[in-house]
C-alpha cells in the first residue's frame, strides 16, 4: 500500500510562486513515474507534469511549460512542483499521482491540495 500526502498549496496573488509537495509512504513504494495532476472547478482533470523515478526525465503540460518545474528527492520519497509566475488559471486542486506497471503494481493518489491565484 502506498501512501501519498501533498501539502504546499495557498492563496497567492497572481505572479507568485509557489512549491507543492508530495511525500510517499509505504512499503511497496517504488515508482516508476510521479505525477501532478490538477482540477479546477467545473472541469475535468488534467495532466501538469510528471517525473520518472529512476532517470528523472520529465514532462510537461504546455500550459505550464518554462514557468513550473518538477523534481524528485528519493532518499526523501518526495516529488516537488515548483510553480513560478502563477496566473489566475492556475488555481485548481493539484493532486499527486505515483504507478508502477511492473509487480507489485499499483497506481496511487493523494488527497490534493488547493492552490488558488488571484487577479
Known amino acids: 500500500q502506498v501512501q501519498l500526502a501533498e501539502s504546499g498549496g495557498g492563496l497567492v496573488q497572481a505572479g507568485a510562486s509557489l512549491r507543492l509537495s508530495c511525500a510517499a509512504s509505504?512499503?511497496?513504494?517504488?515508482?516508476?513515474?510521479m505525477v501532478w495532476y490538477r482540477q479546477a472547478p467545473g472541469k475535468e482533470r488534467e495532466f501538469v507534469a510528471s517525473?520518472?523515478?529512476?532517470?528523472?526525465?520529465?514532462a510537461y503540460a504546455d500550459s505550464v511549460k518554462g514557468r513550473f518545474t518538477i523534481s524528485r528527492d528519493n532518499s526523501k520519497n518526495t516529488v516537488y512542483l515548483q510553480m513560478n509566475s502563477l496566473k489566475p488559471e492556475d488555481t485548481a486542486i493539484y493532486y499527486c499521482?505515483?504507478?508502477?506497471?511492473?509487480?507489485?503494481?499499483?497506481?496511487?493518489w493523494g488527497q490534493g491540495t488547493q492552490v488558488t491565484v488571484s487577479s
Open positions: 499521482n505515483s504507478n508502477r506497471r511492473a509487480w507489485p503494481q499499483y497506481d496511487a
Open positions: 509505504g512499503r511497496t513504494f517504488s515508482p516508476d513515474n
Open positions: 517525473i520518472t523515478w529512476g532517470a528523472g526525465s520529465t
